[in-house]
């Protein structure tokens, strides 16, 4: 089974509006980290949240984080057409307190804003 | 900061030969890189951990000899693929390892490689 599997897979929105990603995973974790995709280039790193920590916020992203039910929920405010990529959750297993620096990504959000 | 990048950006060999692609951390140090596989339409796969001065360690059904990874210092490693086949084209991306508190573990990725075997 999938560690990090998000929904929605696809979510269209118009400019304005909010726009909220999930991710669930399977295994306990030291962080869960969101990056951004734009089509056929490289990843770059949103945001980090520790499993101690239930929220955080960088400037329009708000991420929170559920360690009892393994879940965490990226929400994007006041969308701009700029912000259409695909956005991927990551889990940073956690084996016996041991990061083994293995990030596992999951199947990604493709989000796109209409203007 | 926390620059990676790839070379080169893309690429298209004939079956059968090698291709080699370079991933650079720019301003920093990185004692462990990650390379990863993207199929069209899909999340990253990790292949293998890179770790500087010593041997490459692969996922479960990544072949080590075909793809061969080379970490010479600790801002350069090396993936090369070997006796590529169609079924190889893919985009790869590298990631370098960046500590910033005990216990974080934040990539930086490069741009990517597009590799297409005809």
């Known amino acids: 089974s999938q560690q990090g599997e998000e929904d929605p897979q696809a979510l269209s929105i118009q400019e304005g509006e909010n726009a909220t990603m999930n991710c669930s995973y399977k295994?306990?974790?030291?962080?869960l980290q969101w990056y951004r995709q734009n089509s056929g280039r490289g990843l770059v790193h949103l945001i980090l949240?520790?499993?101690?920590?239930r929220e955080k916020h960088s400037g329009r992203l708000r991420v929170t984080l559920d360690t009892s039910k393994k879940s965490s929920s990226l929400l994007i405010t006041a969308s701009r057409a700029a912000d259409t990529a695909s956005y991927f959750c990551?889990?940073?297993?956690?084996?016996?307190?041991?990061?083994?620096?293995?990030?596992?990504f999951g199947q990604g959000t493709i989000l796109t804003v209409h203007p | 900061g926390a620059v990676v990048s790839q070379h080169p950006s893309w690429v298209i060999c004939k079956s059968g030969t090698s291709v080699k692609i370079e991933c650079r951390s720019l301003?920093?140090?990185?004692?462990?890189m990650f390379w990863y596989r993207q199929f069209p339409k899909q999340s990253l796969m990790l292949m293998a951990t890179?770790?500087?001065?010593?041997?490459?360690?692969?996922e479960q059904g990544v072949e080590k000899d075909k793809f061969l990874i080379n970490h010479a210092s600790l801002t350069l490693s090396t993936l090369t693929v070997t006796s590529a086949h169609p079924e190889d084209s893919s985009f790869y991306i590298c990631?370098?390892?960046?500590?910033?508190?005990?216990?974080?573990?934040?990539?930086?990725f490069g741009p990517g490689t597009r590799l297409t075997v005809l």
């Open positions: 990631s370098a390892r960046v500590y910033r508190l005990a216990g974080d573990n934040e990539q930086f």
């Open positions: 295994t306990s974790i030291n962080n």
């Open positions: 949240i520790r499993s101690n920590e």
């Open positions: 990551a889990t940073d297993a956690n084996a016996g307190g041991t990061s083994y620096g293995k990030l596992t």
């Open positions: 301003d920093f140090q990185a004692t462990t």
């Open positions: 890179s770790n500087e001065g010593s041997k490459a360690t692969y």
